[in-house]
Nanobody, 127 residues
């Protein structure tokens, strides 16, 4: 059974850092483009970052550019989101997701293009 499991969320003070992990199992997720989305209370889910299957291409939303870094280790079937200089407005549930397009060299920013989703991990930025 295909599964994505996020971890690494928690409570952090403004200016702090967190590293989210997304462990994939059950399918060849190492060959799929992946993304991190987030949904804040009362808001729609939005893309934060995305990465091509090889990791050669990445995309960042303007709101996180320069602070967040998406990466992947295909040998470990894991995608990461390093979040630095966190702000209260980064508070949200963070989801990882995968597009079932083998060896696609592009990044995907539309959530409707994603086929697999994790259950989400809460990130709260507050003093």
């Amino acid at each position: 059974q295909a599964q994505l499991v996020e971890s690494g969320g928690g409570l952090v003070q403004p200016g702090g850092s967190l590293r989210l992990s997304c462990a994939a199992s059950g399918r060849t997720f190492s060959s799929y483009p992946m993304g991190w989305f987030r949904q804040a209370p009362g808001k729609e889910r939005e893309v934060a970052a995305a990465i091509s299957w090889s990791g050669s291409r990445t995309y960042y939303a303007d709101s996180v550019k320069g602070r967040f870094t998406i990466s992947r280790d295909n040998a470990k079937n894991t995608v990461y989101l390093q979040m630095n200089s966190l702000k209260p407005e980064d508070t949200a549930i963070y989801y990882c997701a995968a597009v079932s397009s083998l060896y696609s060299g592009r990044t995907y920013t539309n959530q409707n293009e994603y086929d697999y989703w994790g259950q989400g991990t809460q990130v709260t930025v507050s003093s």
